[in-house]
């Protein structure tokens, strides 16, 4: 006997409304997206350097350069690893309020504070906001669902870009057209930090997260990753072994991260674009470092009307998002090309530092950084597409984290031996010329030294046999293969939770 409509009404369960809970995890996303633009509204901050050396403060170059812009280093490294563990196990919302006190802490040490300790501890909580952006670039990807990680990633690298971007004219501004003084610009910084701070007490916090807060499990010992959630079906785990009796340790991530990883380096696409990340990196955020106090060597001027700290760096950040938009677009062979175009961008940077190194046009000088930042922008994108695609989504943290952190110890070392007073202690023109070498050298047949492009060096090393992690011609086809199987899923999400942070 057929039902009745009401009566198959009342049997029918009641459907999910997807377009309230999308309208929901919009409004987060758009709120997020618009405390991401708030937290980049600084505009004191191109102009601390001269803040710093000008009578507002009357420190000395040789302080700024040697004994207080060093603490960056040494304290990031410190708190890199920390605050990534405390990111994930304290679901992102606590380590965002730990940001924005700390940017608070480091304006109000710049307003108030009088003494190279106090400069010192500014630099330290400056190293807390730079390690804690993980947090806001990880943050989005727990509202949403996977299928919508690439457009979510865009939206909340454009807000922080565009944020990065205001601030930078609006200093500009204000300091030449308003002939606002620095230190009133660094009040209206805090001004806007203090509301990002209140903006981020109503961020929702999130119930999941990468590796410590996963969710249900679908079986014991292990969680659904956003790839399978992507691409539903039945699947092996990389490392798993048919026969193998079950054990908890076994099943950990951590070592089954490990089991992947030993197979993950392999692969010499993998050894080049890492190595790159790591030698790059650690060149260009040395140059970031002191390229201000450059600045002021070459343009030593006391009218504050006559730094256009501000319009370099919103003309920097406006052609390295164009160039990592362009990146997207292109289309070759990288496993033929990747060398070439390795070499081809980093002898171009590091002619870019030595025209830097040796220019007294201020004009000049400004330009060459912004090319420069453009350059290693282009790069990154194509970088991280190259090192993701033939991971997982947990492997792909864990190389990520590696890369960003020998980076920073490479960062480190070289401030240690060259910047700080207890070791050289050059001046800010000598570190910026040793800051991205150039060459490196080796030995030609006859052994007489030979001068190449690191780049290329890179590329020999990344062919490397490695003992035994070495790989035989058919093992890297297979491997290839695996990487073209899943390049059309990964491609739609590589800039992905584990790493966007290292884009900025």
């Not at 000088?365 to 947990?394: D, H």
């Amino acid at each position: 006997m057929a039902l009745s409509g009401p009566e198959v009404e009342k049997q029918m369960p009641a459907e999910p409304q997807p377009g309230r809970e999308q309208q929901s995890w919009w409004c987060l996303v758009f709120f997020l997206c618009f405390y991401g633009f708030m937290a980049q509204m600084r505009p004191g901050e191109s102009f601390i350097t001269p803040y710093l050396l000008g009578p507002d403060k009357n420190f000395t170059r040789t302080q700024v350069t040697n004994e207080i812009t060093p603490v960056l280093s040494y304290s990031y490294l410190a708190v890199l690893v920390p605050i990534f563990l405390l990111t994930d196990y304290l679901c992102y919302k606590p380590v965002l309020l730990l940001q924005g006190l700390s940017y608070v802490s480091v304006w109000l040490l710049l307003l108030f504070g009088s003494t190279v300790l106090h400069m010192q501890f500014m630099e330290f909580f400056f190293s807390i906001t730079m390690a804690a952006r993980i947090a806001y670039s990880s943050y989005i990807f727990s509202l949403v669902p996977p299928a919508h990680y690439q457009r979510m990633a865009s939206y909340s690298r454009a807000s922080v870009l565009m944020g990065v971007f205001t601030s930078s004219v609006l200093g500009q501004l204000l300091v030449t057209m308003g002939r606002v003084p620095f230190s009133t610009l660094n009040y209206i910084s805090l001004a806007f930090l203090t509301f990002s701070l209140v903006l981020a007490l109503f961020l929702k916090r999130p119930k999941r997260s990468l590796f410590f807060n996963r969710g249900a499990p679908v079986r014991a010992g292990a969680a659904p990753s956003e790839l399978h959630q992507m691409n539903p079906g039945p699947a092996q785990a990389v490392g798993a072994r048919p026969g193998w009796p079950p054990a908890a340790w076994r099943d950990s991530t951590f070592v089954r991260m490990l089991r992947e990883l030993g197979r993950a380096v392999q692969l010499p696409q993998l050894r080049l674009w890492s190595l790159w990340w790591v030698f790059n990196s650690a060149g260009y955020y040395l140059i970031v470092y002191y390229v201000h106090i450059l600045w002021n060597v070459v343009n030593p001027t006391t009218d504050t009307t006559r730094v256009y700290n501000g319009g370099a760096d919103a003309a920097s950040t406006l052609l390295g998002a164009l160039t990592s938009f362009a990146a997207g677009f292109v289309r070759i062979r990288w496993a033929l090309w990747a060398r070439l175009v390795i070499a081809v961008v980093t002898v171009l940077q590091a002619g870019l530092v030595f025209l830097m190194y040796k220019t007294n046009d201020i004009w000049l000088c400004y330009a060459a950084f912004v090319l420069f930042r453009g350059s290693y922008q282009f790069l990154v994108p194509i970088a991280t597409f190259q090192i993701a695609a033939s991971l997982s989504q947990e492997l792909r943290a864990l190389v990520f984290g590696i890369n960003t952190f020998l980076a920073t110890v490479l960062k480190t070392i070289i401030t240690l031996i060259v910047s700080d007073k207890r070791g050289l202690g050059l001046p800010v023109c000598s570190q910026v010329s040793s800051a991205f070498g150039l060459t490196s050298w080796r030995r030609d047949a006859s052994g007489a030294p030979q001068a190449e492009p690191w780049g290329l060096w890179l590329s020999r090393v990344a062919e490397l046999d490695l003992g035994p992690w070495g790989v035989c011609d058919c093992a890297y086809s297979c491997a290839g293969g695996a990487v073209q199987r899943h390049q059309t899923s990964v491609q739609r999400w590589w800039v992905g939770p584990s790493f966007t942070g290292t884009l900025w």
